[in-house]
């Protein structure tokens, strides 16, 4: 039971490159998510998809977009990589929406330096 | 919006002593909190969650209190073990259209053996 797969796990751009990062999840979860972290600023959301279908805005959408390819997977894109995306990025799910009681489950991590 | 503050950033203990951190949040309307262990390398795992209808909730070693008048919250760990040291990290919603979790900034525990 893989859980919450997201690759690449390491990731070197330069400022202006451009990657997509994957994520996919076999638990068959409506909700899926992208978060950012911070040394000292703990987990902040980038994007949400509360099903298939259907994305929103977190607290830090700014420079990425995402795609909810199908339930299973969920991608997030940095169009134009600049030194203030370098952080670690996780990709999430839940069965229904965040905060409403359900069980967050998170990826490994996609460990991204813009240089 | 919701903003939720994690005390301490560090914490240090001896093993079999116990810890305890905790966190603030803003919004009244909050009404489910859980706690994230990372393990280093790792997503972060829940390990215990509490609502705003009970106000205190155990899973053996681990506590969670919670203070809806003061709006605070504490995760309290027992007994501590060398496997406990990791980042733990509070967050907080509440049951409205946006559902969104509010993330404490972590605590890095450390429990010497």
């Known amino acids: 039971n893989a859980g919450v797969t997201q690759t690449p796990k390491f990731q070197v751009l330069k400022t202006g490159q451009s990657m997509t990062l994957q994520c996919a999840q076999d638990m068959n979860h409506n909700s899926m998510y992208w978060y950012r972290q911070d040394p000292g600023m703990g987990l902040r959301l980038i994007y949400y998809s509360a099903s298939e279908g259907t994305t929103d805005k977190g607290e830090v959408p700014n420079g990425y977009n995402v795609s909810r390819l199908n339930k299973r997977e969920f991608s997030l894109r940095l169009e134009s990589a600049a030194p203030s995306q370098t952080s670690v990025y996780f990709c999430?799910?839940?069965?229904?929406?965040?905060?409403?009681?359900?069980?967050?489950?998170f990826g490994e991590g996609s460990w991204l330096t813009v240089v | 919006g919701e903003n939720v503050e994690q005390h301490p950033s560090t914490l240090s203990v001896q093993e079999g002593d116990s810890a305890v951190i905790k966190c603030t949040y803003s919004d009244s309307a909050s009404n489910y909190f859980p706690w994230y262990k990372q393990e280093l390398g790792k997503g972060p795992q829940l390990i215990i969650d509490i609502r705003s209808n009970v106000g205190e909730k155990k899973d053996q070693r681990i506590a969670v209190t919670l203070n809806k008048t003061a709006k605070h919250f504490s995760l309290h760990i027992t007994e501590t073990q060398p496997e406990d040291s990791a980042v733990y990290f509070c967050?907080?919603?509440?049951?409205?259209?946006?559902?969104?979790?509010?993330f404490g900034s972590g605590t890095r525990l450390l429990v010497r053996p």
């Open positions: 999430a799910s839940s069965e229904r929406e965040q905060g409403a009681g359900n069980t967050i489950y």
């Open positions: 967050a907080a919603s509440k049951a409205d259209s946006s559902y969104k979790l509010i």
